[in-house]
């Protein structure tokens, strides 16, 4: 794994990785682009790997993973990588934006080393979903003073790289997939199907068991879902202290979990799908669309709507 200094471009130069625009079939972002400033369209553009060239491939290998998963019985944690992850594993207090996530540095100090070994774990049977697009791989040195970081640089994807590089944790074509592909996995027809009669377990601060049946509903998909609660705040690090009263509460022939928490979805993936043999998804926004709570998000997401049939 020789990507020191320069993380990504490193990825990039050595051939391995590439950057570029992620189109998928039946997803348009038209509405949301509207919706926010257009620097956002910039997200649109992201790394993949060397043998992929095709945007939907990444979606039938995310498909495919799940698939296995649920029918073979095999751990599959799937978790996204975005600015509050990144400031988290930064020792910065900005991860603290639409929920609170560390109660202070010393907390996220306490908490990364098991925050670490999950990343390894996600890393050997998982996926690791980044959002790296070229507006986020630059490390802008901080002020003086800035006292909520332990670092002069500033959160980034390159800042979360250099946590993987310094741990001997590379992205490889088989645990990489790119942040948005999640999302648009999880809105997909594919996905509502493959759930059609299993039972999956939802793990989150909120639910309207009401909206969620619809959302599965609509395309005449009928899991049996099961709430599971946790926390809205610190599962991050507070996790440890939680596990095993909210392990203890799932039905063990679970077929896969669908996970809101926010920071804290890293290790609580991992240990969902180790102690299950399950996939288990760190699902966020699409958890709030399915709540009918995408207010909690501050409005719709990239790759979430598809187009509209003709």
């Not at 074509?173 to 594919?190: C, G, H, K, R």
């Amino acid at each position: 794994m020789n990507i020191k200094p320069d993380y990504i471009n490193n990825l990039i130069q050595n051939s391995q990785f590439y950057f570029k625009r992620l189109v998928l079939n039946d997803i348009d972002n038209t509405t949301v682009l509207a919706m926010h400033e257009p620097k956002m369209a910039d997200e649109e553009i992201c790394l993949f790997h060397r043998d992929i060239h095709v945007g939907n491939d990444y979606i039938k290998i995310l498909h495919q993973s799940i698939a296995r998963g649920i029918s073979e019985r095999k751990e599959v944690p799937i978790v996204r990588f975005a600015d509050g992850e990144y400031a988290f594993y930064n020792y910065d207090l900005h991860c603290n934006g639409l929920y609170r996530q560390a109660e202070s540095v010393d907390a996220i100090s306490e908490a990364m080393p098991a925050h670490v070994e999950a990343l390894r774990i996600l890393a050997a049977c998982g996926k690791i979903a980044p959002l790296i697009f070229p507006g986020n791989i630059t490390r802008k040195k901080r002020g003086f003073f800035n006292l909520l970081s332990r670092s002069k640089d500033e959160s980034s994807a390159s800042t979360f790289m250099k946590l993987l590089f310094d741990n001997r944790i590379e992205l490889t074509a088989d645990n990489y997939i790119p942040f948005y592909v999640v999302y648009a996995y999880l809105t997909s027809e594919d996905f509502i199907r493959i759930v059609d009669g299993k039972k999956v377990c939802i793990l989150n601060s909120e639910f309207n068991r009401v909206s969620c049946t619809s959302w599965f509903s609509r395309l005449s998909s009928y899991p049996v879902i099961y709430f599971i609660e946790i926390p809205a705040e610190y599962v991050a690090t507070r996790w440890g202290s939680i596990k095993e009263k909210i392990l203890q509460q799932i039905p063990p022939d679970t077929n896969l979990c669908l996970v809101g928490a926010g920071i804290g979805s890293l290790p609580v993936c991992v240990d969902l799908a180790k102690r299950f043999s399950i996939p288990a998804i760190d699902a966020g926004h699409v958890l709030n669309m399915m709540n009918d709570r995408v207010d909690k998000s501050n409005g719709a997401r990239l790759y979430t709507i598809r187009k509209t049939q003709p």
